[in-house]
Nanobody, 126 residues
Framework: QVQLVESGGGLVQAGGSLALSCAAS????????MAWFRQVPGKAREFVAA????????YYKDSVKGRFAISKDSAKNSVYLQMNSLSPEDTGVYYC???????????????????WGQGTQVTISS
């Protein structure tokens, strides 16, 4: 049984930082494209960042480039999202996701992903 469990969310002031973690079980993160998405009420889930199976290639939503960094640790079977210079626009529920097929042309499409975590709330106050 596959499980993705996010942690690290919380409430921080604008300009602050948060580090999210996603602990995987039932799959090996080194063999999956791993991604973070976020969602706010009334809006579609949006792509934030992804890292390919080999861990060497990363992809980001334009608005988070230079502020967020995604990484994976195969030994801990976990994925991380370091978020710096946070703004209220970064508020949302952040979800970890896993894609077994590494469909690069659809890396930002949530329908591509096979497994999802339950999400962790991130709230940025102004």
């Amino acid at each position: 049984q596959v499980q993705l469990v996010e942690s690290g969310g919380g409430l921080v002031q604008a300009g602050g930082s948060l580090a999210l973690s996603c602990a995987a079980s039932g799959l090996a993160v080194r063999t999956y494209t791993m991604a973070w998405f976020r969602q706010v009420p009334g809006k579609a889930r949006e792509f934030v960042a992804a890292v390919r199976r080999n861990g060497g290639h990363t992809y980001y939503k334009d608005s988070v480039k230079g502020r967020f960094a995604i990484s994976k640790d195969s030994a801990k079977n976990s994925v991380y999202l370091q978020m710096n210079s946070l703004s209220p626009e970064d508020t949302g529920v952040y979800y970890c996701a896993a894609d077994r097929n590494e469909i690069l042309s659809a890396i930002g499409d949530p329908n591509t992903y096979d497994y999802w975590g339950q999400g962790t709330q991130v709230t940025i106050s102004s």
